[in-house]
Structures are given as structure tokens and as C-alpha cells.
Nanobody
Framework: QVQLVESGGGLVQAGGSLRLSCASSGRTFSTYAMGWFRQAPGKEREFVAA????????SYGDSVKGRCTISRDNAKNTVYLQMNSLKPEDTAVYYC?????????????????WGQGTQVTVSS
């Protein structure tokens, strides 16, 4: 059974930074792409970032490009999302997603496994 467990969310002031982590278990982590999505109240789930199976390819949503960095440690079965220069509009529940393929995807259909989510709140 695949499990994804996020951590690292919290309350931060605008301009601050957070690093989210997602620990994966239950399948060969290094074989699949991983992603991060977010969902604010009343809005659809939004693509944030994705990283390919080996870490050589990354992709970012337009709203976070230049402020976020996704990385992975295949030895630790963990993917990270470093978020800098946070804005109040970044407030959302952030979800880790386990890919169905090696390559990155910005669509939820490219992912078959989801974490429970971690709340990120950015105060102005």
C-alpha cells in the first residue's frame, strides 16, 4: 500500500520561507515522478511543481516559478518543496502526489497517489 506523508507546513509571514517534505513508502520511489499540488478554499487543485524519477527534470506552475524549488532524495524516499518569498495568495493545503510515470506532469491525472495534505498559511 502506497503512503505519502507530508510535513513542514505552518504559519509564516509574507516574504518568509517554508520547506515541505513528503515521505513515500509502499513502492519503488525512485521509479516514478513526484509532484506537489495545492488547493485553496473554494478553488480547484492547482499544480505547483513536479520532478522526474531521477531528478533531472523539474516543472513549476506559473504562480510559483522562481520562488519554489522541488528536489528529491531517492535514498530517503522523500521529495521536498522549498518555498521562498511567500505571499498571502500561497495560502492553501499542499498535497504531495505520487506519479504514475517516470516523466513530470502538471495534471492530476498523471498521479495515482496522494498525501493527506499539509496546511500552509501566509499572513500579510
Amino acid at each position: 500500500q502506497v503512503q505519502l506523508v507530508e510535513s513542514g507546513g505552518g504559519l509564516v509571514q509574507a516574504g518568509g520561507s517554508l520547506r515541505l517534505s513528503c515521505a513515500s513508502s509502499g513502492r519503488t520511489f525512485s521509479t516514478y515522478a513526484m509532484g506537489w499540488f495545492r488547493q485553496a478554499p473554494g478553488k480547484e487543485r492547482e499544480f505547483v511543481a513536479a520532478i522526474s524519477w531521477g531528478g533531472g527534470t523539474t516543472s513549476y506552475g506559473d504562480s510559483v516559478k522562481g520562488r519554489c524549488t522541488i528536489s528529491r532524495d531517492n535514498a530517503k524516499n522523500t521529495v521536498y518543496l522549498q518555498m521562498n518569498s511567500l505571499k498571502p495568495e500561497d495560502t492553501a493545503v499542499y498535497y504531495c502526489a505520487g506519479g504514475l510515470y517516470k516523466r513530470v506532469s502538471s495534471y492530476t491525472s498523471g498521479y495515482g497517489y496522494w498525501g493527506q495534505g499539509t496546511q500552509v498559511t501566509v499572513s500579510s
